[in-house]
């Protein structure tokens, strides 16, 4: 029997019914699919509910598609074949609609002249010709370039109709510096992934067996681990550089920073992934493999890695800032990757001297670029690592 006092909705019409169904039937999928939900799609519904964390995923999204798409996106070669000899410590060349004349439905700089003056010590003065529009065109043929490192191309998404434009100037051998600054993103995120990579398979192999065995193992392990933490990097690299020949081509050097970032990294990461074993050890689950007959490298692999696959995710984007950090600080200091190559680290040591900080302030426009990738990785692995923990102040 039905309860009189309770109205039945089969029976009931009207819109106030309707919604009360509604909302239930929203409430109670909602229920379901937190219940049902994978761990990966329950830290990206509480990594969206972090604004700070999301609109820093969207320009760390943005940094790295530009650092992608370099070739195609920088007007110019980067390296000295790209450099424009008749401008050289030039200012930034901005592209605007409107200027005395008038206005127009194209974007366009004007031309300018330059020369020497008694007045300034015989620096360059530029003088802009306000008569003159060189308008901006789109996708037109340049210098030749291979996109991802092998599909040839020449054509770039902006140039203009006669010479060159420079919009964020350009150093005193003439380089374009936003070419240079959209590749030195790329080359800083290669070496940073290069050098994850490397430290995220030692640090799984030496942390899982070091805490999976234990005893003498994990007592052996760690104090290679603390051997590894005490090493200096800075001594470290200053002993590698007097051993590179200076004829060491870009791409070797490059290589060997890669590889040092990586076997100086591991250490960190290991030792979360020793706590965590040493305490997932003996859960009945482990237990159940063991007496199946699964072997150790199995158990491992198979069973306590997974369990918290999610963790080591959060853990290898903390860990990005810190190694384009690394390869930025080495190279301003001259131990790390030179020109030719256009990092982050290459840029900033130009933007050292008195005499830029004075007269060309656009060497420092590279910095901003530099600022916002480490603090987007910073901001993102933080909201990783807050969606990752359900125990964490932002999920309550």
């Known amino acids: 029997m039905t309860d009189p006092l309770k109205p039945n909705l089969a029976e009931t019409t009207g819109p106030d019914v309707a919604v009360v169904e509604t909302e239930a ?31 820093a995923a969207v320009i760390l999204l943005a940094l790295v598609i530009s650092g992608i798409f370099a070739p195609f996106l920088s007007p110019y070669d980067p390296t000295i074949a790209g450099r424009n000899k008749d401008y050289t410590n030039g200012a930034p060349q901005m592209p605007q609609f409107c200027d005395k004349n008038g206005c127009s439905l194209r974007p366009f700089i004007h031309l300018v002249e330059r020369e020497r003056s008694m007045a300034t010590n015989f620096r360059w003065v530029t003088k802009v010709n306000e ?10 043929k340049g210098d ?61 192999i030496i942390g899982g067996i070091s805490g999976y065995y234990g005893g003498w193992i994990d007592g ?20 590698v ?3 590179m020949p200076p004829e060491m081509s870009a791409e070797a050097r490059f290589f060997y920073i890669s590889i040092i970032l990586g076997f100086i990294g ?24 063991q007496l199946c007959g699964a072997s150790s490298s199995h158990v491992i692999r198979r069973h306590l890695l997974p369990s918290f696959t999610s963790y080591i995710i959060v853990d290898l984007v903390i860990s990005f800032p810190y190694m384009v950090l690394s390869e ?18 290459v840029m900033l040591q130009k933007a050292t001297s008195a005499d830029v900080m004075l007269n060309y302030q656009w060497y420092f426009i590279p910095v901003i670029f530099f600022i916002a990738l480490v603090m987007a990785f910073v901001f993102v692995g933080d909201g990783l690592r807050d969606a990752a923990d359900p125990y964490s102040e932002a999920n309550k």
């Open 131 to 140: 008569d003159e529009r060189n308008y901006l065109t789109f996708l037109p």
């Open 25 to 55: 039937a929203v409430e109670r999928r909602a229920k379901e699919a937190y219940f049902t939900a994978s761990q990966r799609q329950l830290i990206w519904a509480r990594f969206k509910k972090q604004r700070a964390a999301m609109v």
């Open 328 to 345: 930025t600080a080495l190279s301003f200091i001259g131990l790390g990757l030179k020109d030719p190559v256009s990092s982050l680290g």
């Open 241 to 243: 550089a007097a051993f």
């Open 220 to 239: 052996f392990i760690q104090m290679i681990t603390d051997a590894v933490r005490t090493v200096p990097a800075i001594p470290l690299f200053m002993a």
């Open 144 to 204: 030749r370039y291979k996109l991802f490192g092998f599909i040839p191309g020449d054509r770039h998404l902006f140039g203009v109709q006669e010479g060159k434009i420079h919009v964020f100037g350009t150093d005193e051998d003439g380089q374009d510096i936003f070419s240079r600054t959209l590749h030195a993103i790329w080359t800083s995120l290669q070496v940073g992934t290069i050098g994850v990579f490397i430290a995220f398979v030692l640090a799984l």
């Open 266 to 289: 591991w250490p960190t990461l290991a030792r979360r992934v020793r706590t965590h074993l040493l305490t997932e050890r003996n859960q009945e689950y482990v237990l159940a493999a």
